[in-house]
Nanobody, 125 residues
Framework: EVQLVESGGGLVQAGGSLRLSCAASGFTFDDYWIGWFRQAPGKEREGVSCIRSSDGRTYYADSVKGRFTISSDNAKSTVYLQMNSLKPEDTAVYYC??????????????????WGKGTLVTVSS
């Protein structure tokens, strides 16, 4: 059974930090793009950051470059998203997703095969 389980969301003040974790199981972790998408109320889902462990390639949305860092622990089949200098506009439900055919033109995640249930990040001003 494929599972993506997110953790680490919560409430933080603007300027603060959070680290999200996504534990994957049931598929070959290294071959997949694993990453984070977010959806704020009333807005479309958008790609935040993704990583492919097999070659270390990463993707970051322009809005998070320099503030967020994605990493993976292959031994634990877990992807992390370190979020620093958080802003109120980062408030959203963050979903972990995995896809073997994904590429960075797919900013809505349509080509992702698997999804977690999401974790809420709230940044207060």
């Amino acid at each position: 059974e494929v599972q993506l389980v997110e953790s680490g969301g919560g409430l933080v003040q603007a300027g603060g930090s959070l680290r999200l974790s996504c534990a994957a199981s049931g598929f070959t972790f290294d071959d997949y793009w694993i990453g984070w998408f977010r959806q704020a109320p009333g807005k479309e889902r958008e790609g935040v950051s993704c990583i492919r462990s097999s070659d270390g390639r990463t993707y970051y949305a322009d809005s998070v470059k320099g503030r967020f860092t994605i990493s993976s622990d292959n031994a634990k089949s877990t992807v992390y998203l370190q979020m620093n200098s958080l802003k109120p506009e980062d408030t959203a439900v963050y979903y972990c997703a995995g896809g073997i055919e994904w590429d960075n033109s797919d900013t809505r995640g349509y080509d992702m095969d698997y999804w977690g249930k999401g974790t809420l990040v709230t940044v207060s001003s």
